[in-house]
């Protein structure tokens, strides 16, 4: 079945430097891939997107590039802020009818001034 | 997008009893989807609501301990039946607003005691 595989947290920046966070993911067809970010007492807020290979979602800073032949879409940000601190999670909906979302655990990012 | 109001936000319930979690949403959706998030873990999707059908369970997860309402496009209700400490979480309601949009709740942190 489907699956996402993100990496484990948490993740500790100081402000200004830059963030990865890696997120893998198995699927059969083309899934659309999302992450996802979860503020300290929050739901879950859509962060970006991409629904095809070689798309590139962006939003708030964050880019994540959705990459089919690593199976991959991994976050990035340049400079990330005191405000960024949240749990981010890689998320997929699988091809093919099921509107069902998959996510991965889940990483913790704690951003010090 | 759609915007989902979640209640309550937090309840603490004695075990053996029963908490009815809400959620309404601005607009008509098809599909409605209700997660579990223990502390600290990701996201695990406990049943899928249509309107005017019953609710599809995913595995580990019945109707009598979760019974799920879904009277019209707009509501939807998930009951955590003679609850016990182990379901002590959060529960989020989600919304597939579009093909690719999905909005969440606000969740609501259950402790049991």
């Known amino acids: 079945g489907n699956s996402v595989t993100q990496m484990e947290g948490p993740v500790t920046l100081s402000e200004e430097a830059f963030l990865t966070i890696n997120c893998t993911y198995t699927?059969?067809?083309?899934?659309?891939l999302f992450w996802y970010v979860q503020y300290p007492g929050e739901g879950l807020q859509l962060l970006l997107k991409?629904?095809?290979?070689?798309d590139k979602g962006s939003n708030k800073g964050f880019e994540a590039t959705y990459r089919k032949e690593t199976t991959s879409f991994h976050l990035e940000k340049g400079s990330v802020q005191v405000s960024d601190s949240a749990v981010y999670f890689c998320?997929?909906?699988?091809?093919?009818?099921?509107?069902?979302?998959?996510f991965g655990k889940g990483t913790k990012l704690t951003v010090n001034p | 997008s759609a915007v989902i109001s979640q209640k309550p936000s937090r309840d603490i319930c004695q075990r053996g009893t029963s908490l009815t979690i809400q959620c309404q949403v601005d607009?008509?959706?098809?599909?409605m989807f209700w997660y579990r998030q223990q502390p600290g873990q990701s996201l695990t999707l406990i049943a899928t609501?249509?309107?005017?059908?019953?609710?599809?369970?995913e595995s580990g997860f019945v109707i009598d301990k979760f019974p799920i309402s879904r009277p019209n496009l707009t509501f939807s209700t998930l009951t955590v039946s003679n609850m016990s400490p182990e379901d002590s979480s959060i529960y989020l309601c989600?919304?597939?607003?579009?093909?690719?949009?999905?909005?969440f709740g606000s969740g609501t942190r259950l402790t049991v005691v």
């Open positions: 607009s008509q959706v098809t599909m």
């Open positions: 609501a249509n309107q005017g059908s019953e609710a599809t369970y």
């Open positions: 989600s919304a597939a607003a579009s093909l690719y949009g999905y909005t």
């Open positions: 998320a997929l909906r699988g091809e093919g009818g099921s509107e069902k979302l998959v």
């Open positions: 699927a059969t067809g083309y899934p659309s």
């Open positions: 991409a629904t095809k290979a070689d």
